[in-house]
């Protein structure tokens, strides 16, 4: 039985992290919420609610394997890995590759609070001044401190710069990847500027996104584009330093 | 040779999640930076700045065990849990323990949003108004839904709602403690409302808090009284509801 990834059918989101590594690794899942002609948000909102199963996730995106129920991307990630090719065997090599992960999501909660930075159910029209504040820093800040962190692993990787982990690609890489991206897309103006100092960065997203499996899925239907639903928005008044307010 | 832990000196932080689990499991461990008479923050920063080791953490808390040097504090229970009895030995209960784990992370960095809303480099004093709506919106939704989360994984728990997973403490019960008792500092008008909901979120506070070890190490002075340079802040004026600004 393939496994089921559940998450919100029009957005890349967090679920886009479990997809580049299901695509990556070849093995066969459903989309569940996004399945031609069937409506399968209701069955993902049944599992969020707890009363179908004693273990529920508190958010998507979530994965049925077998009898397993797995919520929380970064743990997804650590299941997948230890059962495909997308992590070392070694326990070392296994919570490293976990380590950055869970550095990458903490960017990826970064980067949805430069548009939500008050309140997540709240409109961003509703929040558009404190989110001019949050983006400011985070363009000047967060976001050099944290590429300028995943360009020194790449450097001091002892096997070599072209992956994160060893000689080889992880589920790390795909989702560094994916934040790259998502990055070059909300903020243009000020990535063009920052990857002058992350050649390896740079080189990554290029190396990943040209393997032959995520070509093809980039290229497909199945590869949602970005838009403003998602954690990674294009907010052009948000892609500048602004003068910080005192 | 005793495990050294990598943290601040003057707070509690991320850095509890890891000494709770520590204390509880009685494994001998060197708290570098607060070691008498030794200041030990050099060492850390010097791990930080990545010219020590090829695979530097991004920020404390880490850990050095052995050859291994572990960062995020969830990666952390996720090794302490595979060597000690912190977590279920099967691989589906140690997911389920880290996803619980991993969503206490998530709160643990919402609530150090509400003081911070707007940039961690900043002093709360600039960033105050924004406080105050953020921690309304958190006091008001994102709190109730964590831990009535939290309260339903209790309840639905088929070994009994003592503990969250299975019929034994785990790490994600520490860790629950912790968030607890860093809601009742920080939040006491909110949380004094909001209990009356969790009753048995409050009973597994009281049962983590009487186990004799944590009891213990709660009454030593290795327990870091709370203050306002960590993640559970005391600022009376965002303990309470505002009207939101629109």
Redesign the interface.
């Known amino acids: 039985m393939p496994y089921e990834l559940y998450y919100w059918p029009s957005i890349q989101g967090r679920g886009e992290f479990v997809r580049l590594a299901l695509e990556d690794a070849d093995i066969a899942y459903v989309d569940v919420a996004r399945q031609p002609g069937k409506n399968g948000l209701p069955s993902m909102l049944r599992l969020l609610d707890?009363r179908e199963c004693?273990?529920?996730?508190?958010a998507p995106p979530f994965l049925r394997a077998g009898?397993?129920l797995?919520?929380?991307t970064?743990?997804i990630l650590?299941?997948l890995g230890?059962r495909y090719d997308l992590a070392p065997r070694t326990?070392?090599g296994r919570?490293?590759t976990?380590?950055l992960q869970?550095?990458i999501a903490?960017v990826v909660?970064e980067v949805h609070?430069t548009h939500h930075?008050?309140?997540s159910?709240?409109y961003y029209r509703?929040?558009r001044q404190?989110a001019r504040?949050?983006a400011a820093?985070f363009i000047a800040?967060r976001a050099p401190k944290?590429l300028g962190?995943f360009e020194?692993?790449l450097a001091?990787?002892?096997r070599g710069d072209k992956f994160l982990v060893g000689a080889r690609p992880t589920y790390a890489d795909l989702s560094l990847f994916q934040l790259v991206a998502g990055l070059r897309y909300a903020f243009p103006r000020a990535m063009t500027r920052l990857e002058r100092q992350l050649p390896l960065v740079v080189a990554l997203h290029d190396r990943v996104a040209s393997r032959p499996r995520i070509a093809a899925y980039l290229a497909s239907e199945r590869r949602i584009p970005f838009n403003e639903e998602g954690i990674f928005r294009h907010y052009p008044e948000l892609d500048r330093p602004v003068t910080r307010r005192?």
Chains 1, 2 share one sequence.
């Not at 004693?54 to 508190?58: A, M, R, S, T, W």
Request: hydrophobic share 30%.
């Open positions: 707890g004693v273990q529920p996730p508190f009898k397993l797995i919520g929380q970064a743990n650590l299941f230890s326990e070392a919570l490293w976990h380590q869970l550095t903490d909660n609070d930075p008050i309140a159910r709240l509703d929040q404190e504040r949050r820093d800040t944290y962190y020194q692993v001091g990787n002892p005192r």
